[in-house]
């Protein structure tokens, strides 16, 4: 148990579908993150959020976006994914003291399949 | 281009032998770095960590060495456990910003 929560743990959804991915912490972080995890690949970072300020977006396509009403709490929105969008999807959180971040928490992710 | 690179995707080793997880990576501003481990179906876990002011940090049975002339560093477990046996990524970053990780090694020990 990390002190990272992530719900749901698994869902498949269609490619026509809206739902939400949710992150909750518990360490009293400031800096909460999305990763992407694809078989055989390494995390790709989607968002951060620092003292619940997006801070960076790599590219991510606009059918992901991002949710962060407090420091506890994040969401990952999804409508109309493509099946290569099928992956593991991590919640980190961090404590962010001036420019450092330390280092991440992760949660056990959400294990997607879009059909 | 992969910034932070594990070229051995999986490693055996026997019980009480000593495990060593390569890494190398390109980004000569990483000041940072970062060993992860995960079981599947959980999320990666910090496992230990080093700043590029240092070229050795030692946590238990956990050390990680950087060599920081070849872009280097490695994790190496001595003894290994059968418990030990999961995924190892190694992570880095430039500047207290973003991780970068490598694809990860799959380590098993054999009893």
């Known amino acids: 148990e990390t002190g990272v929560t992530q719900t749901p743990r698994h869902l498949v959804m269609g490619m026509t579908n809206k739902k939400s991915l949710k992150c909750e912490q518990h360490?009293?972080?400031?800096?909460m993150y999305w990763y992407k995890q694809s078989a055989k690949k390494p995390l790709e970072l989607m968002f951060v959020?620092?003292?619940?300020?997006?801070?960076e977006n790599n590219s991510v396509p606009s059918r992901f976006s991002p949710e962060c009403p407090n420091s506890s709490h994040l969401f990952l929105h999804l409508h109309t994914l493509q099946p290569e969008d099928s992956a593991l999807y991590l919640c980190?959180?961090?404590?962010?003291?001036?420019?450092?971040?330390?280092?991440?928490?992760f949660g056990p992710g959400t294990r997607l399949t879009v059909l | 281009d992969q910034q932070v690179k594990q070229n051995s995707p999986s490693l055996s080793v026997q019980e009480g032998r000593i495990s060593i997880l390569n890494c190398d990576y390109t980004?000569?501003?990483?000041?940072?770095f970062l060993w992860y481990k995960k079981y599947p179906a959980e999320g990666p876990t910090f496992l230990i960590s080093?700043?590029?002011?240092?070229d050795k940090n030692e946590d238990g049975r956990f050390t990680v060495f950087l060599n920081k002339s070849a872009k280097h560093l490695s994790l190496h477990i001595v003894p290994s456990q059968p418990g030990d046996s999961a995924v190892y990524f190694c992570?880095?970053?430039?500047?207290?910003?973003?991780?970068?990780f490598g694809s990860g090694t799959q380590l098993t020990v054999l009893p």
């Open positions: 980190a959180s961090s404590l962010r003291r001036g420019t450092l971040y330390n280092e991440q928490f």
């Open positions: 360490l009293g972080h400031n800096a």
């Open positions: 959020y620092s003292l619940e300020e997006r801070v």
């Open positions: 980004n000569s501003m990483f000041d940072y």
């Open positions: 080093i700043s590029s002011i240092k």
């Open positions: 992570a880095a970053s430039a500047g207290a910003r973003q991780l970068t």
